[in-house]
């Protein structure tokens, strides 16, 4: 079965850190771009940063509003993806989704899969 | 960043109707354009992407069509495991954007 589980979530103090992962299963997870999306309590999705594949570098793009506090890595042999996550703020709690990244020629890379998401909440 | 506008954001509808939603993008973005649904308490769910192909598994009572600026999800037959929220997204450039949503409800 293809699945995304996300683990890492919980409290944390404004500008603590807090690591996320993203365990996938069933598919070839190499071949992949994976990203993360984060979604506010009661408000709408919120793409967050992308990494690519062993093939384009394992680069990495971000959203201004997490760009040099939040890193994205992977590894290929354990088919995990986390999110390192530091200098937190009030505004990024939310629940955070990885998300499957296909390719294809007409397509282009295009969201696939979902998991359930992990809950981050940063508060005093 | 490219502006991801969605109409309406909220609408009423019964069983059994058809129902479009639109997206607009405020510069052109092709037909990089996906459609996601999500439901009270999930995670969103993919439907279309290229804003027309359907992803595997979706019923073909969801199409979609557009390109450049403008694009709808139009739904055929509504169902009540239909209601729900529904976000357009586009993936032509950086950063990835979404429209705020279209809430589904029943009338």
């Known amino acids: 079965e293809v699945q995304l589980v996300e683990s890492g979530g919980g409290l944390v103090q404004p500008g603590g850190s807090l690591r996320l992962s993203c365990a996938a299963s069933?598919?070839?997870?190499?071949?992949?771009?994976m990203d993360w999306v984060r979604q506010a309590p009661g408000k709408g999705l919120e793409w967050v940063g992308r990494?690519?594949?062993?093939?384009?570098?394992?680069?990495?793009e971000y959203a201004a509003s997490v760009k040099g506090r939040f890193t994205m890595s992977r590894d290929d042999s354990k088919s995990l993806m986390d999110l390192q996550m530091n200098s937190l703020k009030t505004e990024d709690t939310a629940v955070y989704y990885c998300?499957?990244?296909?390719?294809?020629?007409?397509?282009?890379?295009?969201?696939?899969?979902w998991g359930r998401g992990t809950l981050v909440t940063v508060s005093s | 960043d490219i502006q991801m506008t969605q109409s309406p954001s909220s609408l009423s509808a019964s069983v059994g109707d058809r129902v479009t939603i639109t997206c607009r993008a405020s510069?052109?973005?092709?037909?990089?354009l996906a459609w996601f649904q999500q439901r009270p308490g999930k995670a969103p769910k993919s439907l279309i992407h290229?804003?027309?192909i359907l992803q595997s598994g979706v019923p073909s009572k969801f199409s979609g069509s557009g390109s450049g600026t403008e694009f709808t999800l139009t739904i055929s037959s509504l169902q009540p495991e239909d209601f729900a929220t529904y976000y357009c997204?586009?993936?032509?450039?950086?950063?990835?954007?979404f429209g705020g949503g279209t809430k589904v409800e029943i009338k």
């Open positions: 998300v499957r990244v296909l390719f294809a020629s007409y397509s282009g890379w295009y969201f696939h899969l």
């Open positions: 069933g598919f070839r997870f190499s071949d992949e771009y």
């Open positions: 990494t690519r594949n062993r093939g384009d570098s394992y680069t990495t």
């Open positions: 510069q052109g973005i092709s037909h990089y």
């Open positions: 290229a804003a027309s």
């Open positions: 997204q586009q993936y032509n450039s950086y950063p990835l954007t």
